[in-house]
């Protein structure tokens, strides 16, 4: 019997390097079980290529990430059992309806026949898209397809969920929703949030802790009252711009920007 | 196993729902039968050859089951970003029931392709010599499939965008299409292409649908199976390691 640490994620001096790019250099923290941990930083900054590795998508160059007590380099399948994830970019097959969705990702997480059915409508209730279980995603709004991809993130109970700027491009009664929502399942089922976001403010009202990485480097970590209080600042925002300074940083344009755009033009 | 059966499922699934899809991939095929089927008959009966549309459309039911096939390899290199294959790269299961799965599933879908290409060419003339061998042509065009959606799957888990598209369409699929003997006989060919069309596996798979479908054969029925077995597993074993090392 392993028995249940407090800290559900241990980052321990992490770098990943590609080529001669550091994209994170020697990075350490953790997150407590139960928490709502804000990853905070300019484009750029080395907050993805973190993500991928505590999502066991990227392997470390060097140290160590454990994920509830499993090593994410190696006890991949191990780790990925213990957690949800909504990309930044949508992965819902749009060809296929909510619910064939939401039973491929139980059939993958080989949730058991006979709890898989309920499972799913609770969830799909719990989003309120039940009554819209049988029509195609791409009929889909964003914000519904968000609400979708939440609820097929919670299906195989995991212990933490990792949320990518999932209110990008959402209106501001969506984001609020579903950040009402994330709060709730935080607070009943006591699953760990780990979220990215450019909106300071959201961060600012759900987060109880915050990390701010910038040049692929931890410049901070704390609740949003320190934060303000180490940079001497109003808002979470003047501290996020007095940590990281006031540059407009210019990421260049990757294979997936590029893909972004053709992608209208390329769909069936 | 469940998994690799839910994959092949949803391609399946997607397969059937785009109808536009299914219509739009048979112009081609349909307009290569008719085109060169009925242009180039005539000359082909003088040379000798017998009916041109029998010989043909072994062809160019390969053909249709080479393009759907790499297609549906390729299109990894969007889902890679954009679809469900981040979802299942990030699920508890293992690579290679992921590719298998994902080969499966296109490799059937191309299979399909080819088949209705097959029954296409039924109405315009295409008569079989030994209409019991049509379970054991279709055992080659599911072989077929399955080692052009592993080349695509392959290729796909290399490239970043689809910028190299064209340049495999045009110096890998093209060529593998007009080199293999789909559209004229291997016989008394200049050595170039004969050596070319040796190297080309869908010569193997063409030349095993006319051995089967219309008792004309230039490798040799047991030959072309050898040579599309050994191919697949090949092409299985590289696309399966290239797509284990997949990152994203």
Redesign the interface.
Same mark, same amino acid.
């Given at each position: 019997m392993k028995k249940e640490t407090e800290k559900i994620i241990e980052v321990h001096g992490v770098t990943k390097k590609f080529g001669d790019f550091t994209a994170v250099d020697d990075v350490s923290f953790d997150v407590k079980r139960g928490e709502i941990f804000a990853f905070l930083g300019p484009n750029g900054a080395g907050k993805t290529t973190t993500i991928k590795m505590l999502t066991t998508l990227l392997v470390p160059t060097s140290g160590e990430i454990t994920i509830d007590g499993k090593d994410a380099a190696k006890d991949k399948n191990g780790a990925r059992k213990s957690f949800g994830i909504v990309f930044q970019d949508p992965s819902l097959d749009d060809e296929l309806t909510a619910m064939e969705n939401l039973h491929f990702h139980a059939v993958l997480y080989k949730v058991p026949k006979k709890t898989r059915d309920k499972r799913i409508e609770q969830l799909l209730k719990l989003v309120e898209l039940w009554d819209r279980r049988d029509s195609l995603v791409k009929e889909f709004s964003g914000g519904m397809k968000r609400r979708l991809e939440i609820a097929r993130g919670l299906i195989h109970h995991p212990k933490i969920l990792f949320l990518d700027e999932p209110t990008i491009g959402l209106d501001p009664q969506t984001r609020n929703y579903l950040w009402k929502y994330i709060e709730e399942l935080n607070k009943s089922e006591g699953i760990t949030i780990f979220l990215t976001t450019h909106y300071m403010e959201e961060a600012d009202k759900v987060a109880q802790r915050i990390a701010i990485i910038d040049h692929g480097k931890i410049m901070t970590i704390g609740t949003s009252a320190e934060l303000k209080k180490q940079t001497k600042t109003e808002s979470l925002e003047d501290a996020f711009l007095a940590l990281t300074g006031k540059q407009i940083r210019e990421e260049e344009g990757s294979a997936k920007d590029r893909m972004r755009i053709h992608r209208q033009m390329w769909r069936r | 196993m =469940?998994?690799i059966y839910?994959l092949w499922l !949803?391609q399946l @699934?997607?397969y059937f !729902? =785009?109808r536009? !899809?299914i219509v739009g991939s048979l112009g081609q095929p349909l307009l290569f039968l008719l085109a060169l089927g009925f242009g180039f008959g005539p000359i082909y009966a003088k040379a000798g050859g017998g009916n041109f549309i029998e010989f043909l459309a072994p062809g160019i039911i390969a053909m249709s089951i080479l393009f759907t096939a790499v297609f549906t390899g390729i299109e990894i290199i969007?889902d890679k970003? &954009?679809? &469900? %294959? @981040?979802?299942? %790269?990030?699920?508890?299961? =293992?690579r290679v029931n992921i590719m298998l799965g994902r080969t499966l599933g296109g490799a059937t879908v191309a299979t399909l392709q080819g088949v209705i290409v097959a029954i296409i060419s039924f109405f315009i003339g295409f008569r079989l010599e030994h209409p019991t061998s049509l379970l054991l042509a279709l055992v080659v065009m599911f072989l077929i499939a399955l080692i052009f959606t592993a080349l695509g799957t392959a290729i796909a888990s290399v490239l970043?965008?689809?910028?190299g598209f064209q340049l495999i369409m045009n110096f890998l699929v093209m060529p593998l299409f007009f080199l293999s003997g789909a559209l004229f006989p291997l016989d008394n060919l200049p050595k170039a292409i004969i050596t070319i069309a040796r190297i080309d596996p869908l010569s193997y798979g063409i030349d095993a649908l006319r051995g089967i479908l219309i008792g004309q054969s230039h490798f040799g029925v047991m030959l072309d199976f050898m040579v599309l077995i050994g191919v697949l597993a090949i092409l299985l074993a590289i696309g399966s390691y290239l797509f284990s090392q997949i990152?994203?």
């Open positions: - | =469940s998994t839910i !949803r @699934k997607r !729902r =785009s536009a !899809r969007w970003q &954009f679809g &469900f %294959l @981040k979802e299942t %790269l990030v699920a508890p299961i =293992s970043e965008d689809m910028q990152e994203i």
